[in-house]
């Protein structure tokens, strides 16, 4: 027997333990969906379904009362099948069971109605915002059991209790105190407001007792001199017992006017009594009528005895503002509207949006900069070898088979310069086709058809590139971090006594995260320049450089206003740029001094392109930089012969003047082309600092390799971190 009890004990304990622990898993998914924000033209009215999120509800059941409310403007819905008339809004004065066809008028600010999850669906589907030139409107959509009102104002839900008979007042005070919703207290109804009067005053039909009282049971204050407390109305339920809100004045021989004592509690003097109200008396009786109703006829104040008797037949029960207690009622959200037409409405108000503009204009300057200095650290690394040599290709110890242009970049340039996109052939790269594949470059017949130029025996080289960088900005903007990936390769000879020409080519992948949102700029980048080094003695070097170069940008912008918009685009961008440095550089013993100064500019033309997407899509019209700069700086290299050649620690210093100019940025939302924004891409530096440590290792084969570590310091405390890793190889 014993055994058995224990099992049953057992059992009943494990039951109640599931129980338990299952119960307390219950998951309550009442959730309203809605867009976080609508930037749009609205002179008329607009769906809030264009914004991409179509407002609805899941997870409800029952007969359901729905209201929205706009702070601004006008808001309606174009649809009203299978739902119903809700008392007190789009001026019903009564529940029924007929479509509410006035919810679709043109100048509400509120709205309401009743139905099945379902059938609300498709109304709010329909749920459509007028604008009124304000910017910032807030509307707010809540759902409740039908019999329900959530006010948007405070904050607070109201119930409206009617019955067949009088209702005395005390009963119905008592009635709403042991009343509770949704984790809620009830208590008689208190209005502090004229919007909150405004409110319930749409909501009743009959005589409805509030929560107000100058009778002495009621009431908190007693007076030192021992008067009564009659004309001293109080708040007498809720958050708001004891607050005083009127000292009645006496009118006439009727009524006994209040204390001198009495005084308005701070931020509650609203009223709303009916004129001559409240007059504290029945008939020929005085001091009798201690408790306050609104009419239902016009939402007046008025004064009644607290028994019944007196034709008030309903009461409103309150719930919200009681310290400690939030609602645990699912189905609030508000949506922010921008309005196009509101005179202070600018789309660069968007900070995604201004770090994706100041993001390619970012980009374009440092392709233009990085192209530069591939070509100037070709003839550093000239001056340094003191030599020009090729090596033959066998020497190489690689063979690259063109038909896997996956497994070396430069088979990727033989096949699209050379082979013109045949990966049929296969072929070994040789000396022979290294020669045809130099003049097949465009570069090259067009330096033999125009100047008889003819790059045979001319000296190749190549460099690869691996970046990677973050620019944090202090100024209020988004940050950028970029990866890339990049590779050079050029051909150059001596030209004369003293004079190095050559030209160049470099291809270029380069992603950058904008923010944290998801905002990418996706860069392919390529440019041709051609470069000539001049000495006229052993120290003292003249470096030049001009080159022309596109840039293919794949946008992907997220609207910060609603995280779950996504705007795509594709924008080119052509540059031309040039570059002048003069150099002095001085060896002693192992160390390389080098002292330079340098000259850039560069011009980027941003095409017009337009997103694609919803009304938030916008179009750009074309824009150019003029990227300009003056820099001196020092390099110091040490020399540290090694096994295979020589191993070289550097470090730089660059100060740089920036003489950028101001570009401007217009665009336009594809939706309303007459109406143009505008953003000025400031440079928010007037100098800066670049400090670099890194080395250099050269081989005897004429591998070189490098890394680097830089941080570019701007002088208004925004600031760049780079890290690079780099090898070339002449052949």
């Not at 072929?427 to 100047?451: C, G, H, M, T």
Request: glycine share 8%; net charge neutral; charged share 20%.
């Amino acid at each position: 027997m014993k055994f058995i009890l224990k099992k049953f004990a057992k059992y009943t304990y494990t039951t109640f333990f599931l129980i338990i622990f299952f119960s307390s898993k219950i998951v309550y998914s009442e959730v309203v969906t809605m867009p976080e924000s609508l930037t749009t033209d609205t002179t008329d009215f607009v769906l809030l379904s264009s914004s991409g999120v179509t407002p609805s509800i899941s997870g409800y059941s029952g007969t359901l009362l729905v209201s929205a409310t706009a702070s601004s403007g006008n808001i309606k819905i174009t649809s009203t099948s299978n739902t119903d008339i809700a008392n007190g809004y789009c001026g019903y004065t009564a529940d029924s069971n007929s479509a509410p066809a006035q919810c679709t008028g043109s100048s509400l600010t509120e709205i309401g109605f009743r139905g099945t999850q379902a059938n609300i669906n498709n109304a709010l589907a329909t749920l459509s915002f007028k604008g009124d030139g304000s910017t910032g409107t807030t509307i707010t959509v809540s759902v409740t059991p039908a019999g329900n009102n959530y006010n948007s104002v405070n904050g607070h839900y109201y119930k409206l209790v009617t019955s067949r008979s009088n209702v005395n007042w005390a009963d119905a005070k008592t009635a709403a105190e042991a009343d509770t919703y949704e984790g809620l207290s009830g208590y008689l109804v208190t209005i502090t407001s004229e919007a909150e009067n405004n409110f319930l005053k749409a909501k009743i039909s009959s005589n409805t007792w509030i929560g107000a009282s100058d009778n002495s049971t009621y009431i908190s204050t007693s007076y030192s001199a021992g008067e009564p407390t009659e004309g001293t109305w109080q708040w007498v339920s809720g958050p708001e017992n004891g607050k005083t809100f009127f000292c009645q004045v006496a009118i006439g021989s009727k009524a006994n006017a209040a204390s001198d004592e009495c005084s308005v509690a701070t931020g509650y003097s609203y009223n709303n009594w009916k004129n001559n109200e409240p007059n504290d008396h029945n008939n020929s009786t005085v001091g009798q009528e201690d408790c306050a109703h609104l009419y239902g006829s016009d939402g007046q104040w008025n004064d009644l005895p607290c028994a019944s008797g007196h034709n008030v037949k309903a009461y409103i029960i309150e719930y919200g503002g009681t310290a400690g207690e939030t609602a645990t009622v699912s189905g609030l959200t508000t949506l922010s509207i921008n309005s196009t037409e509101s005179d202070d409405y600018n789309v660069f108000d968007d900070a995604e949006l201004v770090g994706i503009v100041e993001g390619q204009s970012e980009n374009a300057k440092k392709f233009i900069y990085s192209s530069t200095n591939s070509v100037l650290e070709r003839m550093e690394w000239y001056r340094t070898t003191k030599k020009n040599d090729n090596i033959k290709f066998q020497d190489i110890g690689i063979d690259i088979d063109i038909t896997n242009k996956d497994t070396y970049p430069y088979a990727k340039l033989l096949d699209a310069y050379l082979l013109k996109g045949d990966v049929n052939k296969e072929q070994k790269l040789s000396n022979k086709n290294i020669e045809k594949f130099i003049n097949e470059l465009p570069l090259s017949k067009y330096l033999k058809n125009e100047f008889g130029m003819v790059p045979r025996k001319w000296k190749v080289w190549s460099s690869g590139y691996l970046k990677k960088g973050k620019i944090k900005l202090k100024s209020g903007k988004v940050n950028q971090e970029f990866d890339s990936d990049a590779l050079t390769l050029g051909m150059d000879k001596i030209i004369r006594k003293n004079t190095l020409f050559g030209i160049a080519i470099r291809l270029e992948d380069q992603d950058t995260d904008v923010g944290q949102l998801g905002t990418q700029i996706k860069s392919d980048s390529k440019s041709a320049t051609i470069y000539s080094s001049w000495h006229n003695n052993k120290s003292t070097f003249i470096d030049g450089l001009v080159g022309y170069g596109y840039i293919e940008n794949d946008l992907t912008r997220i609207e910060q206003a609603n995280t779950s918009n996504k705007l795509t685009g594709n924008r080119g961008v052509k540059q031309y740029f040039t570059s002048i440095k003069f150099n002095k550089i001085r060896d002693k013993n192992n160390f390389t001094s080098l002292l330079f100064g340098r000259v850039d500019y560069g011009l980027s033309k941003l095409k017009s392109f337009s997103e694609s997407g919803n009304t938030q899509a916008l179009k750009f019209e074309e824009q150019n930089l003029k990227n300009k700069s003056v820099s001196i700086g020092t390099l110091t290299k040490y020399k540290k012969k090694i096994k295979k050649g020589y191993f070289l620690p550097y470090g730089r210093v660059e100060f740089f003047e920036n003489l950028t100019s101001d570009s401007e940025a217009k665009a336009s939302h594809v939706s309303d082309p007459n109406t143009t924004y505008y953003y000025t891409v400031k440079e928010d530096y007037s100098n800066s600092l670049k400090l670099e440590l890194g080395f250099d290792l050269n081989l005897i084969d004429s591998w070189y390799l490098s890394t680097s570590i830089r941080r570019l310091i701007k002088n208004n405390k925004d600031y760049e971190n780079e890290f690079a890793i780099k090898a070339g190889k002449p052949f």
